[in-house]
């Protein structure tokens, strides 16, 4: 596809800054791709992703009262973290090729014990995912998945509510 058809699929919602990338430089695109896009030219939908993060709600509250933004923060790194951990598996993937269709779910952790739990756990059953440690306190902070269809991670996380 040339530079001219490619900048014609880009979305308004979302500009790349500076040049398209040229051949070859797109990491694990292969069967994965050409598969959602034969579904979707026959009209299946292709599986819906989410990432998935479990926060803790101690931190926003006494004696840590952490303000909104550094949970939030420790959020973001988490998130990043498991992305880039697992950027070259086939979910990850399809998860940052059509980037107005992310869907993240964060969940609360009532406390650190919980979610020190939740990673032993993760780790047990093969659950890709990042335990965030706080640096230089090495606090756990958050917990998040690399990108999972529901199905497959919703039993270990059943337990755990929205963020609020």
């Not at 070859?24 to 990432?51: C, D, K, T």
């Not at 004696?63 to 998130?79: I, K, M, N, R």
């Not at 869907?103 to 995912?129: F, G, S, W, Y």
Request: proline share 7%; aromatic share 6%.
């Amino acid at each position: 596809m040339s530079q001219r058809a490619l900048r014609s699929h880009r979305t308004k919602t979302w500009q790349r800054s500076g040049p398209l990338p040229g051949p070859g430089m797109h990491r694990g695109v292969g069967p994965i791709f050409l598969l959602g896009r034969n579904m979707a030219a026959s009209g299946a939908e292709p599986q819906i992703l989410v990432q998935y993060l479990v926060l803790r709600k101690d931190l926003s509250q006494t004696p840590f009262s952490w303000p909104a933004g550094a949970l939030v923060a420790q959020a973001c790194h988490a998130a990043t973290a498991a992305l880039h951990i697992h950027r070259d598996h086939p979910h990850t993937v399809a998860y940052l090729r059509e980037l107005g269709r992310m869907r993240k779910v964060v969940l609360e952790a009532p406390d650190e014990t919980t979610l020190k739990l939740l990673a032993e756990t993760l780790q047990q059953k093969n659950i890709d995912h990042m335990l965030w440690l706080e640096q230089p306190e090495n606090i756990a902070t958050c917990v998040a998945l690399r990108p999972y269809p529901k199905e497959e991670v919703n039993q270990y996380l059943k337990k755990f509510r929205l963020f609020k």
